[in-house]
């Protein structure tokens, strides 16, 4: 599956290469595709859950909690790691980190603060921790600790990698994976500018 | 994001209102693999298309890859090594 992952993605950078002249509303479209597969996410998840199983629950929350916590411990170490290896300002590289993947909002806001450098890199270095899921997500399933993939998606666990993990997982972890994303996308409009403001 | 939760809770209502039969479950294998594919294909597209984005890569390059490996792989680390002691405590999976 990892091979068709990487075909597709490079036919897709090769076909968009190739029409650059035409106007295609790629963020609308991928959109559409996305909430058709929510559905299909759901209806498993309904499926499977026909009879309410409050344990069940309750370990999904608890396993959603420790993803979140390692999330956020590795995103911001990684951005105080960012920062003393690139000699950047701690704000800066916290701010980005902040992103948590989420590229077309943190560009927004880090534009709006710094300027267009900081949003390029912010777009670039979310987009680059989106793309990467694609070998994380499958490797750490491998590894049995598919909630180590998740973490690393950031708040797009709740749409680019919720099919990843349906994949490579199963439903249990795929529900995770959607609270994770969840809570982390209600964080980050508030993390950007904070992380920006307080380093 | 609204219509994610919607679409999300349109489909948990009709998995826990209708009784899915094999061919309804093959159907939705078949469905989620090519919806899967194709936002990869719409997200790579839209990188292809994207000039500044590709012609950015070399100056804004290196110190968006440091950051985005740097917060992965901890992210992963950090994960890792909660579960580790939270399956040790309580014996899980």
């Known amino acids: ?199 | 994001m609204i219509w994610i939760f919607v679409c999300l809770m349109a489909g948990i209502a009709i998995g826990l209102l209708c009784e899915l039969n094999g061919k309804a479950y093959r159907l939705a294998a078949v469905i989620q693999r090519w919806a899967f594919l194709a936002i990869i294909f719409v997200l790579g597209f839209g990188l292809g298309q994207d000039e500044n984005l590709l012609a950015s890569l070399g100056e804004i390059g290196v110190e968006a890859l440091t950051i985005a490996v740097l917060c992965s792989f901890l992210s992963i680390a950090a994960t890792f090594a909660i579960f580790r002691v939270f399956r040790k405590r309580g014996g899980q999976k």
Do not use: Q
């Not at chain 1, 992952?5 to 295609?24: K, P, Q, Y």
């Not at chain 1, 950047?88 to 989420?102: D, Y």
């Not at chain 1, 439903?171 to 992380?195: I, K, N, R």
């Open chain 1, 1 to 199: 599956m990892i091979g068709w992952v990487f075909l597709t993605l490079f036919l897709g950078l090769i076909a968009g290469m190739l029409c650059r002249g035409i106007e295609i509303d790629t963020s609308n479209l991928s959109w559409m595709i996305l909430c058709i597969l929510t559905v299909v996410i759901g209806v498993k998840i309904g499926a499977e859950n026909k009879k309410p199983d409050l344990k069940k629950w309750l370990s999904y929350i608890k396993t959603t909690v420790f993803t979140i916590i390692g999330s956020f411990i590795g995103t911001m170490s990684g951005g105080v790691a960012a920062a003393h290896i690139l000699n950047m300002s701690m704000n800066k590289a916290m701010a980005v980190a902040g992103g948590f993947g989420w590229y077309s909002l943190s560009v927004i806001i880090l534009n709006n603060l710094d300027g267009a450098h900081l949003g390029a890199v912010a777009f670039l270095s979310n987009i680059l921790r989106e793309l990467m899921i694609f070998v994380l997500i499958p490797l750490t399933a491998k590894l049995k600790c598919v909630e180590a993939g998740i973490s690393s998606a950031g708040a797009t666990s709740m749409d680019t990698a919720l099919p990843l993990v349906l994949e490579y997982s199963g439903t249990d972890d795929a529900t995770v994976s959607f609270l994770h994303g969840t809570v982390l996308t209600l964080v980050v409009p508030v993390l950007v500018p904070l992380m920006y403001n307080i380093f």
